[in-house]
């Protein structure tokens, strides 16, 4: 298997414009995970799904953040509109079961400007 | 409420001695307990976890830990420190029997020096 899949790498996009953060998770797994990692607040986890349920989103910063997991193999986060202050790097993960370890990719670096 | 606490955002070892970075868990049921580390521009990576059973764990790359539930601990050793193990590392709780999250601390980053 590949490993959890994220895209892009890297984005640059000016202040207001829409965003939108890909990510394929590994086949079989049914957790899916959203972190954020920034300097100043480390890593937090904006929202995770269960059988592409959206089981808590308590950590989704503001209205602006959306995400939706259609099917077992594609996740998106949306931003709209971004501001400066949501750049950082963008974490998803996958995992096998609650409890089980959580399987990273490699991340988004989001530059909001 | 789960919380993980990591001491030492920064620790120094000379390569070939010991690593030993601390965290500390706080969980009101038993945890599960992982170690991850980032190397610069990637993604985190699975060290080792802690789940049930032997409470001295060994990962990858040499590395253990041991649960001490007496003093809700779980501090990652290695014994010779290897400049290829300059990275972050972040300890992790999720609780047992509940919906809850994976709850990181916040990163120690690890400098070995010749």
């Known amino acids: 298997d590949a490993g959890v899949i994220q895209s892009p790498r890297h984005e640059v996009t000016e202040m207001g414009q829409e965003v939108t953060l890909r990510c394929k998770p590994i086949?079989?797994?049914?957790?899916l995970f959203w972190y954020r990692q920034t300097m100043m607040r480390g890593l937090e986890l904006l929202i995770y799904?269960?059988?592409?349920?959206?089981?808590?989103d308590s950590g989704m910063p503001e209205d602006r953040f959306s995400a939706k997991m259609p099917n077992a193999s594609f996740s998106t986060l949306k931003i709209q509109p971004s501001e400066p202050r949501d750049s950082a790097v963008y974490f998803c993960?996958?995992?096998?079961?609650?409890?089980?370890?959580?399987?990273f990719g490699q991340g988004t670096r989001l530059t909001v400007v | 409420a789960q919380s993980v606490t990591q001491l030492g955002s920064h620790v120094s070892v000379s390569e070939g001695a010991l690593v030993l970075l601390r965290c500390n868990y706080s969980?009101?049921?038993?945890?599960?307990l992982f170690w991850y580390v980032q190397y610069p521009n990637q993604g985190l990576q699975l060290l080792l976890k802690?789940?049930?059973?032997?409470?001295l764990v060994k990962g990858i790359n040499g590395f253990e830990a041991e649960f001490k539930k007496s003093e809700t601990s779980f501090h990652l050793t290695k014994p010779s420190a290897h400049m290829s193990d300059a990275a972050e590392y972040f300890c992790?709780?999720?609780?047992?029997?509940?919906?809850?999250?994976?709850?990181f601390g916040t990163g120690t980053r690890l400098q070995v020096t010749l």
């Open positions: 969980s009101s049921v038993p945890p599960y």
């Open positions: 799904f269960n059988n592409n349920v959206p089981i808590d």
């Open positions: 993960a996958s995992s096998l079961g609650w409890g089980r370890a959580a399987f």
């Open positions: 086949s079989g797994h049914d957790y």
């Open positions: 992790a709780v999720s609780e047992t029997g509940t919906a809850s999250k994976l709850t």
């Open positions: 802690y789940t049930t059973g032997a409470t």
